[in-house]
């Protein structure tokens, strides 16, 4: 019988490389080729102006409710960039960044946001899982795909975005734990926006920090300042090497803040104050990102202005197609709405079908 | 007298019992500083305290679970599921122990909880924010299904389903939350669970509707009334338990009836309520029971929602196939 230290937890390691005035760690500054530097920022860039755009678009009453990333472009860019086309993609409801970086289109998102099932538009052979909306579910869905991964030998890995609030969920419990024990080769980005529509962080865990969740489920767990490009790709390289190499998953927790609303039927004034977001403004990840390519000389204020209009115009033009599809969608017969609920439509609801073709062109006969 | 709407009425329900009981607590996520994400719950935290307007971390089986807690050690736990969508990571905590714990005990641990859930198409929201699937929680023995169709129904009849001894499952229709206002009665008032009531008096067909199906069918008597037709409302009001004796009384006079729900068709609480009038008063029928529901389809995403929703017009056309005019 006895008394003794019966497990030995090492210490979590936070991962800072870029600091808010651009200023970088030499020592731990990547290897990192220049025009994957550009691609980044601009992918972070693209992803601040579509998002900025998609506020617009849901002021104006085109849009339905949708979940902004101000802020948080560097944590899902940073990560998402080491997939490759074969690994897979698992978003929460707050990852546009990440998923037009793997190849949605500003169109389908916003056709889906202006309430049209055609806007989840996945095309034949893309890894991509359609947004998630409720909390935290799709981290079991990650450790069944890698399942799949691991199952077939495939050279593949499996990422999966979560919240902070997510970490509350009993699925997060399950999904990081099955992955852990099955060894399997995800990578969980855990955005630590330190919101969950009203919740802060303080009343969602005790724990320190989210990455050291990792520790009880014998697994890696690392956090890393979200807002930091650099630590981010960093960390996220190496979780996903281990999980290639090693079928071993990882929990990065990349410590961000969300910048605007939960989602745009949210009032944050009701809840923290300006002074609690105010020192994130300086902490903006794109800006930091900025200074330090210029000062790499990779980058001027010209480019920037380019880019800048570029996307709008690209954006601008975006809009005017998702209209025009709108318009063809309203304009054909909604009898997709009985599509895609089985291999085979049972009788009963081709009869539903029946009835409600007749009764489209009733009420359109009665005007 | 206050108008309110149907919110507005929540609030003031659960204003009233945390006065009223100090065993009252509401738990939920952002119940509390927020006032909940339609402010049923505004203004609560401030009035009580956190610790009986209490703030939960992100977990939907965390609240229904500490609420069995809660409840067999003395306290009526009020809790709060953002949308009925979510509800379902709650369901095992519902299925496997809210609606049995007094029936395993005996009767020595009884679960006097409230669980409140906005349902229901018609408010431009996401997926999972638009359905009606109040059939999963009225096919489990144990509980009761309460839905209002005005706010002060909806303040009466939470009211009494806090006091009620037994788990009540209260479903919110989102739809009509801020969509009209009604005298509230300032006294406290409440309303018998399982109790229907003939809100419209007609002798040639009962139209039964529950929440957010009420007005519009209401609406749609009005326009029956145009042609002649005198049709019975029954709004049920409460679910599980049905109110049998209202309907069958109603459906002997009439012979005729129209049960119209935004649930899914299939297994929905027509179903049932056909079955029961075959049970009791097969004999009365000058037709068969006729049903509008919502097709055994998940409701569209939010531009094609209406197609989803019986409509006013829909409602009228099958009153008129069941009336054979």
């Known amino acids: ?338 599509d895609d609920l089985y291999e085979e439509s049972p009788p009963h609801l081709e009869e539903q079908k029946a009835y409600f073709k007749n009764r489209l062109q009733k009420e359109a006969h009665n005007g | 007298m206050a108008e309110l709407n149907m919110i507005q009425a929540v609030n003031l329900a659960m204003r009233e019992a945390l006065a009223d009981d100090e065993s009252v607590v509401i738990l939920g996520q952002d119940v509390g500083v927020d006032g909940g994400i339609f402010r049923a719950t505004i203004d609560l935290i401030e009035e009580f305290g956190e610790e009986r307007v209490i703030d939960t971390p992100l977990a939907e089986s965390g609240i229904i679970g500490m609420s069995v807690g809660m409840a067999v050690n003395g306290l009526k736990p009020v809790a709060e599921m953002q949308f009925s969508g979510f509800a379902y990571q709650a369901f095992h905590q519902i299925e496997n122990h809210v609606a049995r714990f007094r029936w395993r005990t005996s009767g020595r641990f009884t679960m006097p909880i409230v669980i409140r859930m906005p349902y229901g198409a018609g408010v431009r929201a996401l997926e999972h924010h638009s359905e009606s699937r109040e059939a999963y929680w009225a096919h489990t023995p144990g509980l009761k299904v309460v839905i209002p169709s005005g706010p002060r129904k909806a303040r009466a009849l939470l009211a009494a389903s806090i006091k009620d001894p037994d788990p009540v499952i209260f479903y919110e229709p989102k739809a009509l939350y801020r969509s009209f206002k009604e005298e509230v009665p300032d006294e406290p008032e409440t309303l018998v669970i399982g109790k229907a009531e003939v809100v419209r008096a007609g002798e040639d067909i009962t139209m039964i509707a529950y929440g957010a199906m009420l007005p519009r069918t209401m609406e749609a008597a009005e326009r029956l009334e145009k042609d002649g037709v005198k049709a019975e409302v029954i709004d049920l009001m409460t679910v599980s338990p049905l109110d049998e004796e209202t309907i069958i009384t109603s459906v002997k006079k009439t012979g005729r009836v129209l049960v119209v729900h935004e649930a899914a068709r299939s297994f929905g609480p027509g179903a049932e309520i056909c079955a029961r009038i075959n049970d009791k008063a097969l004999f009365y029928l000058e037709a068969p029971v006729n049903r509008v529901a919502g097709y055994d389809i998940h409701p569209p995403y939010f531009a094609r929602e209406h197609h989803y929703l019986p409509s006013v017009a829909r409602i009228v056309d099958e009153a008129r196939e069941t009336l054979s005019i």
Not at chain 1, 95 to 104: F, H, L, S, V, Y
Not at chain 1, 110 to 120: D, P, Q, S
Not at chain 1, 184 to 209: D, G, M, Y
Not at chain 1, 217 to 227: A, E, F, H, M, R
């Open chain 1, 1 to 338: 019988m006895s008394r003794r230290v019966a497990a030995q937890i090492d210490d979590i390691e936070y991962l800072s490389i870029l600091d808010e005035t651009g200023k970088v760690d030499k020592d731990l500054e990547p290897d990192i080729p220049e025009d994957i530097l550009l691609n980044m920022y601009q992918a972070m860039l693209f992803g601040r102006r579509f998002d900025e755009r998609m506020l617009k678009l849901q002021r104006q009453g085109r849009i339905g409710t949708f979940a902004p990333i101000k802020g948080q472009e560097a944590a899902q860019i940073g990560s998402a960039f080491h997939l490759r086309k074969t690994d897979w993609l698992i978003p929460s409801f707050r990852e546009a960044a990440a998923q037009i970086w793997r190849g949605a289109t500003p169109q389908d998102i916003w056709l889906f946001a202006a309430g049209y099932n055609e806007g989840v538009n996945i095309p034949e052979g893309a890894h991509d899982l359609p947004l998630c909306v409720p909390v935290g579910t799709q981290l079991l869905h990650a450790a069944g795909i890698a399942y799949g991964i691991k199952y077939r030998k495939e050279d593949g890995i499996a990422m999966c975005f979560h919240g902070d609030g997510a970490t509350s969920e009993g699925d997060f419990h399950e999904g990081v734990n099955f992955a852990a024990v099955y060894g399997l080769p995800v990578v969980f980005i855990c955005q630590n926006n330190h919101w969950a529509i009203s919740l802060p962080l303080s009343k969602q865990t005790r724990s320190e920090t989210i990455a050291q969740k990792a520790v009880a489920y014998g697994i890696p767990g690392i956090q890393v300042d979200g807002n930091d490009i650099l630590a981010v790709w960093a960390a996220t390289k190496e979780a996903v090497e281990r999980a290639r190499t090693e079928l071993c998953p990882t929990l990065i927790e990349c410590v961000t803040y969300r910048m605007e609303v939960h989602t745009t039927a949210d009032d944050p004034t009701r809840y923290r104050e300006e002074d609690e977001v105010a020192p994130w403004r300086k902490r903006d990840p794109i800006d930091r990102f900025e200074t330090y390519l210029k000062k790499k000389g990779l980058l001027d204020d010209k480019a920037i202005k380019d880019l800048n209009d570029a996307y709008q115009e690209q954006l601008l033009k975006a809009w005017d197609d998702t209209e025009k599809r709108i318009h063809e969608l309203d304009s054909a017969d909604p009898l997709s709405i009985f």
